[in-house]
């Protein structure tokens, strides 16, 4: 096959990716409205932040009960927004802790660039702490975000004070039938990617600034317009690049405190590699909640208590509430 051949069966199939990941978005759409919502309040507004050297994303930075209240660093999953992933507990996150997450790159007004790595993710992820002022973190990953919350431990250790990695795995690939989809999906990619990332960039301009007044349309309208924030373009990159990461190499050398959160009936990611990633990571602390891989938004009544334990206990083990618990001892 000559080298035009495979560029023209790269595109095609490249396309071929793009309009799947647009299908499943739309599933994911339809789902998001035939299942019983919750009943909990609209985020505030993301902001646009410009990170020096890299680019501009959305923050959403909500402040802690007092300025040094400790800092929690959410990152988000594949086709969602931070606020989107983490709406269903940022109440009750706000009013322990300093909570700030940020829309990742080719996802929502998160960075545009010419192509996606979870690399960059991380380093995204340490310049926004930079930009809002902020030494150290607990980072918090959920699916695609605990593999970025794990790479931006790898790559910035020292801004690192504990990990939460919920609904996660230290690899994406594992079985044949997996090896198999991701290599058809880097083949695929071949031809896709400069395309996917003007559809990317087409996309991000589009979207209206986060609305001030959002609340006045629902949660379940502010949701579908979160969903809607990520083109279906960016998916099948997105997928190819998780297909690619692989932390079990020197995910034994985390020395941070560190939970792992999970989903017991999760069909994303098998349950039994949630289970290996805990344990590869010395100390982990483990907790299980009987739900599947949406547990942090339809499964609320068994997920979200044992999230906010784990999130309490490693922020407890990280240090970072010793001056908090301090100035609240003295304030009382």
Known sequence: MTVRKIGRFSARAGRSSARFGGRVLVRVLRAATDEAMPDLPVPPAARAVSLPDRGTTHVLDIPGPTPD??????????????????????????????????????????????????????????????????????????????ASAQVLWHRHPERVAGLVLCSTAARWQGHLGERVFFTTLGIANLGLLSVAADKVRVHAASLPLPAEDAAEAGLRAWCMSELRATSPWALPVVMSELGRFDATGWIGEVEVPTGVLVTARDHAIPTERQRQLAARIPGAVVRETPGGHASLVFDLAHWKPAFLELVDEIVARSGLNKNFNNSSNLSG
């Open 69 to 146: 209240a400790p800092v929690l660093l959410l990152m988000h999953g594949i086709a969602t927004t931070g606020p989107l992933t983490w709406f269903s507990v940022l109440p009750e996150l706000s009013e322990r802790y300093r909570v700030v997450t940020f829309d990742q790159r080719w996802h929502g007004r998160g960075i545009r660039s010419d192509q996606f790595a979870l690399d960059d993710c991380a380093d995204d992820g340490a310049a926004v702490l930079d930009a809002l002022g902020i030494e150290r973190a607990v980072v918090v990953g959920y699916s695609m975000g605990g």
